[in-house]
């Protein structure tokens, strides 16, 4: 049945969803998650933006991960969210569940907006940026 082909992939799906939305301290953050691959000159051309939303957004409870498509996490990310180009972006809630989705190239005012809904205040700019994280595998 369709409950136990769900219930056959909700430990690996568990297993991305808490190292995605877990911060440093622990606690489980909405997060705004960039797949994006190697040789993706859309995703290269993103990368500043990406890094000053990790300092901004990061100061009002929103994670920033970027995830490369052909690391295991990516794989399964694209599969799970039915990626199919990049840069994607995945707007998650703290539990992990898609609250939005982005395909192709983002000004920064609409990722903000994606994750306006979730940061604890509006994301506005930060005096220090922090770096992006890097997941790359579950």
């Not at 969803?17 to 909405?30: S, V």
């Not at 993103?46 to 929103?62: F, K, N, R, T, Y």
Request: positive net charge.
């Amino acid at each position: 049945s369709a409950a136990l082909g769900l219930a056959a992939r909700a430990p690996a799906d568990e297993r991305a969803t808490a190292l995605l939305t877990r911060a440093p301290g622990g606690e489980r953050q909405p997060v705004l998650v960039q797949l994006y691959g190697e040789s993706c000159a859309a995703c290269r051309a993103m990368q500043p933006i990406i890094d000053g939303l990790a300092g901004e957004c990061s100061a009002h409870g929103v994670l920033v991960r970027q995830i490369e498509i052909r690391e295991p996490l990516g794989r399964s990310l694209v599969a799970q969210h039915q990626v199919v180009g990049v840069p994607t972006f995945l707007v998650l809630d703290r539990e992990g569940s898609l609250v939005r989705k982005l395909v192709g190239v983002q000004t920064e005012a609409s990722l903000k907006d994606a994750v306006s809904g979730l940061a604890t205040t509006p994301c506005r700019a930060a005096r220090r940026a922090s770096p992006v994280e890097a997941v790359t595998s579950c």
